[in-house]
């Protein structure tokens, strides 16, 4: 797919790679707290190898089945990762994930990367439906969506595991008829 991908003058997106692991676990090590309270990978990321074992679980996927998944640059700082999982070739769907470091926040990123990404999905990889999952609760990341035009699904009942316990998730969905 796409290496890089320019998406204004202060903002762009480059496919993830191994080289890039220490610019992301020490992004997550030194916002862990800030994190932590949404995602659950976090606790489970203490060292650099566990990132890297988490870039190369996505590089190592094959061909034009392989998700998706890019850093995330503002300024020429990093600042989060965003990306497709658990695409579903055949019925042409796709999940998109995202997150940002606390600094980056409240800047718009999150907002011009999932346009941007909407606009991939439904231009270059031929996907009918992109859904994002929010937990219950975390307002900032449900916002996005719904600023964006995606239509409110539903709640997936503990849909994530979560610090101890499972969390609800609320389901978005963006298909390309609403696009078109």
Request: net charge positive.
């Amino acid at each position: 797919m796409m290496d890089y991908i320019q998406i204004n003058s202060k903002l762009r997106l480059e496919a993830i790679k191994l080289n890039q692991a220490e610019v992301i676990f020490e992004a997550i090590d030194r916002d862990r707290e800030y994190l932590k309270e949404w995602l659950p990978f976090i606790e489970e990321t203490q060292q650099v190898a566990q990132t890297e074992e988490f870039i190369k679980s996505i590089v190592s996927q094959c061909g034009k089945k392989k998700d998706e998944v890019f850093t995330i640059w503002y300024n020429q700082d990093f600042a989060g990762l965003i990306g497709f999982k658990d695409t579903d070739w055949i019925n042409r769907k796709t999940e998109l994930g995202y997150w940002l470091t606390e600094k980056m926040q409240g800047k718009g990123i999150a907002t011009a990367c999932v346009k941007k990404m909407i606009k991939i999905a439904f231009n270059k990889l031929g996907m009918n439906r992109i859904q994002i999952k929010v937990a219950c609760k975390n307002e900032k990341s449900s916002a996005i969506p719904k600023r964006l035009g995606f239509q409110y699904e539903g709640t997936e009942r503990e849909g994530e595991f979560h610090r101890g316990k499972y969390l609800d998730l609320q389901v978005y969905s963006f298909v390309k008829s609403d696009y078109l």
